[in-house]
């Protein structure tokens, strides 16, 4: 299923579920992965999709296309939670301490894919946000354990400095771990 933004796309917050919402029009409506207590005071607010929001979109399409062996479902999942976090996540500190230097390090470009390596594991990891010296990453996989009492789950957000990003580079045996 193709899905184009629109205008009419609105952000809600639902203190049911505790999460960010967005009405996708057609009864479909995409819960983000994101809880109250992550999110700057602008989510509440009931808001329209933004021109800003739609050129994120776009952006991160465009570069994922054909970066990912993923299903388009789960691409529509990343990028979604990508813009939510990009407009509504709380900003965040460096934690680059839970993960290793790169021996070759990736370019800190908005929207690729790169890989960091914990003491536990190495996990793909989405470039939301970056500047000349640390990015914010969304994880694509199911969960990364940062060490031996902490770990992320899926489309959990951190900042790292960018000499932590490995680059990756995809081919049919590269796995990554999304379900």
Known sequence: MLIKPSKDWQWNFCHDKNRLLMDLGDGVVFVSAFKAAELVNDAFTPSRFSIEQNEDFTTFMERLDGQLPLPDDFIYQIILNAVAAKSYYKPLMPKS???????????????????????????????????????????????????????????????????????????????????
Not at 113 to 123: D, G, I, M, P, T
Not at 137 to 154: C, D, Y
Request: aromatic share 8%.
């Open 97 to 179: 301490w839970f993960f290793e230097t790169a021996q070759s390090v990736s370019s800190a470009q908005v929207g690729k894919v790169v890989k960091l390596q914990s003491a536990q594991e190495v996990r793909h990891y989405l470039i939301v946000e970056s500047n000349a010296t640390a990015s914010t990453l969304l994880l694509i996989e199911s969960a990364h354990q940062l060490n031996e009492h902490k770990k992320l789950t899926q489309f959990g957000l951190i900042k790292v400095m960018n000499d932590r990003l490995m680059p990756v580079k995809f081919n049919c045996a590269n796995k990554v771990h999304a379900a």
